[in-house]
């Protein structure tokens, strides 16, 4: 696709609910990366994949936190037991090769409200 | 860790202004800085970037200078408009890591 696609683009779980958010990368981009942004603050690195493989994880704030990415392209993030603190945008970005020095292409990202 | 500090706002200016967004970070080894712009309504987009020591990145008359002795990456643009009312967040990458700033909100009145 032209750019990186994600859903929902707005996603209200009650407390307790499993989530499951979407990432269409770019076409061929090889690196995949999820961030957590909460209100008025940066993004913050949850976790990066390059094709299928999970490189690091290290920003899941908890094992509630699952991503995946089987076939090297779409990749799916897993949030179960939602808690009010994961309330946030979830941002999706990929990257052409395997350094990042390109810069990213974002997706419009998901906002999650837990209630 | 690595981490980003920029210049705290809202930063308001009058159209034909001249802007500078300050930034600066700590990291190990040799970053690579970028800028982020997100637009009202929209997703984060790559401004500019600057891959090593006195690269300057530049791109829709925003420009900025990887400075290795001030640890700095300040933007800047000499006549902004009121198109580029948006947040503007400095970054850098390292090991295959982005680390952001907290973004500063830039609105430019007629």
């Known amino acids: 696709g032209a750019g990186v696609s994600q859903s929902p683009r707005y996603k209200v779980a009650k407390r307790g609910q499993d989530v499951a958010l979407r990432c269409d990368p770019i076409s061929g981009h090889v690196s995949l990366f999820w961030y957590q942004q909460a209100l008025g603050q940066g993004p913050e690195f949850l976790t990066y994949?390059?094709?299928?493989?999970?490189?690091?994880k290290s920003g899941l704030p908890s094992d509630r936190f699952f991503a995946e990415r089987p076939e090297g392209s779409v990749s799916t993030l897993k949030i179960q037991r939602t808690q009010q603190e994961d309330s946030a945008v979830y941002l999706c970005a990929s990257s052409l090769l395997e350094g990042v020095d390109y810069g990213y292409t974002f997706g419009s990202g998901t906002r999650l409200t837990v209630v | 860790g690595d981490s980003v500090t920029q210049m705290e706002g809202p930063v308001t200016l009058s159209e034909e202004a001249f802007l500078t967004i300050n930034c600066t970070y700590t990291a190990t080894g040799y970053p690579s800085l970028f800028w982020y712009v997100q637009y009202p309504g929209e997703g984060l987009q790559l401004l500019l970037k600057a891959t090593k020591a006195d690269d300057k990145g530049s791109n829709k008359g925003f420009e900025a200078t990887y400075r290795k002795e001030t640890t700095s990456f300040h933007l800047e643009k000499g006549s902004v408009q009121v198109s580029d009312s948006a947040v503007y967040f400095c970054a850098l990458t390292n090991a295959g890591k982005s680390t952001f700033g907290d973004g500063t909100t830039l609105t430019v009145k007629p």
């Open positions: 994949f390059q094709n299928e493989a999970q490189l690091d």
